[in-house]
């Protein structure tokens, strides 16, 4: 967690990473900014969820994160 800007408050100004290592793979992270603690976690595990379910979906269909995209895919870092 991060206070980003601890003296001025503010809207999103609490910032949570989160990081997954799964065996055989680069660490996955995400991070996610908003008003509260339980939002930031929140936003952040949804990010994650989704990370890791798009991961094993190209590893499922025999690609690896350095494959190109197939068209139309998005990626990783621009999943809703």
Excluded: W, Y
């Excluded at 503010?10 to 055989?24: A, P």
């Amino acid at each position: 967690f991060q206070d980003v800007n601890a003296q001025k408050g503010g809207e999103d100004d609490i910032r949570c990473m989160m990081e997954v290592r799964i065996g055989g793979l680069k660490p996955l992270a995400v991070s996610e900014r908003a008003g509260t603690v339980a939002a930031a976690i929140s936003g952040a595990a949804d990010k994650l969820e989704r990370l890791v379910e798009h991961t094993f979906g190209r590893l499922e269909d025999g690609r690896t994160a350095t494959d190109p995209l197939l068209p139309g895919e998005a990626a990783p870092d621009q999943l809703p």
